[in-house]
């Protein structure tokens, strides 16, 4: 198992990498240090050099710090009820110069391993790191300490859960992410490939022209499905928010429970996502369809809050806060995000499901076009080999425009 120095966190502090440069540390190639996080100003100083990195990549829309940094506390979010994690920084000198997670997620080591995790299976994340030497020390610091909890085999990045950020980002660099998709340099793939990794499994999500009409096939499809008097397809009731969040998590964790990567939600975390997303949830933007008065599909869009963080660089203070509130308000002309969706399993590989998926999309489309005057919408993320979503987002004439890639790797 590979050694590495503790070192006091409390000491480490933030710098602006913005213009490239790297202190004389860095430059002299000093030793490169491993420091384990192990407390509240570690974890900060953690969130910091992440943000710190990102700042330097074109397109980067900086999130809200507090809401980051929440993420990594095992007291507030509720991923750690199933789960464990070691954050790592690498310094060389007094240089904070990458970072890296480790870790290991019970639920995840409960699932088939012919679905992707399964047992002895533990993941990195948060990946940031200056040289490539750098990045393999981190790696290699998430490795032993993953090894070292028994797992044999590793997956990432994944920060921190499948529902979070899953994969790295090896196309798609030329444009801003949506709503809770990573931004990541390209140069990173060549690390990780050269220290050992694989391709798992590759991510798309899909680019849709929402100010036009879709195909005259899809239209008689969503026109069939409104004459027939055993669907209804109706918007999420914000005033029954916990009902409806309860019927979508029932749907979800039916209609993803053969995925690849598939986790399920806990209630504590659907309790923490749903207060989270309230403020963006429009009812007229998110669908339940019902076949004979029953719930058996749902589908989720959320207006592009990206949008607006950008315009604050994620800062509510001074006046962020104001721009934001305008913003959840009205998000005219944001870009529209479809994160999920589900059919329940009994329906898969029907036509029925289909149908349901394209009255659904057609029916945010309009509202969000017609409401918000919003004309780009994104699908995702959709797994490479999900056959179904794939067509229907091929039908709907979507095109992929990010790719992000899980790798993989046998420890030992």
């Given at each position: 198992?590979?050694?590495?120095?503790?070192?006091?966190?409390?000491?480490?502090?933030?710098?602006?990498?913005?213009?490239?440069?790297?202190?004389?540390?860095?430059?002299?190639?000093?030793?490169?240090?491993?420091?384990p996080?192990?407390?509240?100003?570690?974890?900060?100083?953690?969130?910091?050099?992440g943000r710190a990195?990102?700042?330097?990549?074109e397109?980067?829309?900086?999130?809200?710090?507090?809401?980051?940094?929440?993420?990594?506390?095992?007291s507030?979010?509720?991923?750690?009820?199933?789960?464990?994690?070691?954050?790592?920084?690498a310094?060389?000198g007094?240089?904070?110069?990458?970072?890296?997670?480790?870790?290991?997620?019970?639920?995840?080591?409960?699932?088939?391993?012919?679905?992707?995790?399964?047992?002895?299976t533990?993941?990195?994340?948060?990946?940031?790191?200056?040289?490539?030497?750098?990045?393999?020390?981190?790696?290699?610091a998430?490795?032993?300490?993953?090894?070292?909890?028994?797992?044999?085999r590793?997956?990432?990045?994944?920060?921190?859960?499948?529902?979070?950020?899953?994969?790295?980002?090896?196309?798609?660099?030329?444009?801003?992410?949506?709503?809770?998709?990573?931004?990541?340099?390209?140069?990173?793939?060549?690390?990780i490939?050269?220290?050992?990794?694989?391709?798992?499994?590759?991510?798309?999500?899909?680019?849709?022209?929402?100010?036009?009409?879709?195909?005259?096939?899809?239209?008689?499809?969503?026109?069939?499905?409104?004459?027939?008097?055993?669907?209804?397809?109706?918007?999420?009731?914000k005033?029954?928010?916990?009902?409806?969040?309860?019927?979508?998590?029932g749907?979800?964790?039916?209609?993803w429970?053969?995925n690849?990567?598939?986790?399920?939600?806990?209630?504590?975390?659907?309790?923490?996502?749903?207060?989270?997303?309230?403020?963006?949830?429009?009812?007229?933007?998110?669908?339940?369809?019902?076949?004979?008065?029953?719930?058996?599909?749902?589908?989720?869009?959320?207006?592009?809050?990206?949008?607006?963080?950008?315009?604050?660089?994620?800062?509510?203070?001074?006046?962020?806060?104001?721009?934001?509130?305008?913003?959840?308000?009205?998000?005219?002309?944001?870009?529209?995000?479809?994160?999920?969706?589900?059919?329940?399993?009994?329906?898969?590989?029907?036509?029925l499901?289909s149908?349901?998926?394209?009255?659904m999309?057609?029916?945010?489309?309009?509202?969000?076009?017609g409401?918000?005057?919003?004309?780009?919408?994104?699908?995702?993320?959709?797994?490479?080999?999900?056959?179904?979503?794939?067509?229907?987002?091929?039908?709907?004439?979507?095109?992929?425009?990010?790719?992000?890639?899980?790798?993989?790797?046998?420890l030992?």
């Amino acid at each position: 198992m590979r050694d590495w120095r503790r070192r006091d966190t409390d000491t480490l502090i933030n710098r602006n990498y913005g213009d490239g440069c790297v202190t004389d540390e860095l430059a002299r190639g000093a030793e490169i240090v491993i420091e384990p996080v192990t407390d509240k100003r570690g974890r900060v100083a953690f969130v910091d050099l992440g943000r710190a990195f990102s700042d330097r990549l074109e397109h980067f829309v900086p999130q809200i710090r507090s809401e980051q940094i929440e993420l990594v506390d095992p007291s507030k979010n509720p991923f750690f009820g199933h789960a464990r994690a070691q954050l790592f920084i690498a310094k060389q000198g007094d240089t904070p110069v990458g970072r890296i997670s480790a870790h290991i997620d019970e639920l995840a080591l409960a699932m088939p391993a012919d679905q992707g995790f399964g047992p002895d299976t533990g993941f990195f994340g948060y990946l940031d790191a200056e040289t490539e030497d750098i990045a393999r020390a981190l790696l290699a610091a998430a490795e032993a300490w993953l090894a070292g909890e028994g797992m044999k085999r590793v997956l990432g990045p994944i920060s921190l859960s499948i529902w979070e950020e899953p994969g790295l980002l090896v196309r798609g660099q030329d444009h801003a992410p949506m709503i809770m998709m990573g931004h990541h340099p390209a140069h990173y793939a060549g690390w990780i490939e050269a220290a050992g990794y694989a391709r798992a499994k590759t991510l798309y999500t899909y680019d849709l022209d929402i100010s036009k009409p879709f195909s005259p096939l899809v239209q008689r499809i969503v026109q069939s499905g409104h004459k027939n008097a055993r669907i209804n397809v109706r918007r999420v009731r914000k005033a029954d928010w916990d009902a409806e969040v309860a019927i979508i998590l029932g749907i979800l964790n039916d209609a993803w429970s053969d995925n690849w990567g598939f986790v399920p939600f806990t209630p504590a975390e659907v309790a923490y996502a749903g207060k989270k997303l309230r403020p963006i949830i429009k009812e007229e933007l998110n669908m339940i369809a019902e076949v004979d008065g029953r719930p058996v599909a749902f589908m989720l869009t959320f207006p592009d809050v990206n949008d607006a963080l950008a315009k604050i660089r994620g800062k509510l203070l001074p006046f962020g806060w104001f721009h934001m509130l305008r913003w959840l308000r009205h998000p005219k002309g944001a870009g529209m995000r479809v994160p999920l969706m589900g059919v329940l399993k009994e329906l898969h590989n029907s036509r029925l499901a289909s149908q349901l998926a394209f009255m659904m999309i057609e029916t945010i489309r309009l509202e969000a076009n017609g409401k918000y005057g919003s004309t780009r919408g994104e699908l995702g993320w959709v797994l490479e080999d999900n056959q179904g979503m794939v067509a229907i987002a091929d039908t709907i004439q979507s095109t992929v425009n990010r790719e992000y890639v899980i790798y993989e790797r046998v420890l030992g």
